[in-house]
């Protein structure tokens, strides 16, 4: 699986644009860029993947360069709730079922 | 659709005992993941279940330990506690393995185990 780096916090006004950086350098032609959240004292919560081509769902945009060398999560209007820490992962079309997650991203929505 | 279940949500054991977590995954879903986490380390991966077998494990010692009976249901057991065993213990479950693609893992509350 591709090494992720990710700032280890950022804050982000309320009903402002939250844009998550993630560089994986690393990673393969077959991997997937997974974004999952973590808010405090629950389990880890999938967000939006992707590969190539930017994705958009109802929680997210993930935005992944020309390069795949780095991509961006957005949060179109984050919320107090969105407060929570996000983790990058690169994972393989053909991995099974086992993440390895990194430090992450603590988000603070500042009201 | 129910989603991931685990109980207890929190246990406090004392040294050397030993303990049993329960996991029940999504209905449909045969695959489930055990993770550990804690403060220092964060999320680490501990073993994964597929149709009762074992096809995944972490870097753990022997005291972890896991099974998944025939409804898809697991349990994890940890023997001989030690203080650093104190973590939130988490399951994930997933529809499994198909013809290649990561299977989107759903996670549930976790079992918070405190060892005094």
């Known amino acids: 699986d591709a090494k992720t780096t990710q700032p280890p916090s950022m804050d982000c006004a309320e009903g402002r644009a939250a844009n998550l950086p993630c560089n994986h350098s690393?990673?393969?032609?077959?991997?997937?860029v997974y974004w999952y959240r973590q808010i405090h004292s629950q389990g880890p919560q999938y967000i939006i993947h992707?590969?190539?081509n930017n994705e958009t769902n109802e929680m997210a945009s993930l935005i992944i360069t020309e390069d795949r060398k780095s991509s961006t999560l957005i949060l179109p209007h984050a919320t107090l709730r969105d407060t929570a820490v996000y983790y990058c992962i690169g994972l393989s079309m053909n991995r099974d079922d086992k993440i390895i997650f990194g430090k992450g991203t603590r988000l603070h929505i500042l009201p | 659709k129910a989603g991931v279940t685990q109980t207890p949500r929190y246990l406090i054991k004392t040294r050397g005992q030993q303990v049993t977590l329960s996991c029940s995954p999504i209905s449909g879903h045969r695959s489930v993941s055990w993770y550990q986490q804690t403060p220092g380390q964060g999320l680490q991966f501990l073993f994964e279940y597929f149709s009762e077998t074992q096809r995944n494990k972490g870097n753990f010692p022997g005291r972890f330990s896991g099974r998944q009976f025939s409804n898809s249901r697991s349990e994890m057991n940890v023997s001989t506690l030690e203080l650093g065993d104190s973590a939130l213990y988490l399951c994930a479950s997933s529809l499994g393995r198909s013809a290649g693609g990561f299977n989107e893992q759903f996670f549930g509350p976790g079992t918070r185990l405190t060892v005094l």
């Open positions: 690393t990673i393969s032609g077959n991997e997937y």
């Open positions: 992707g590969l190539k």
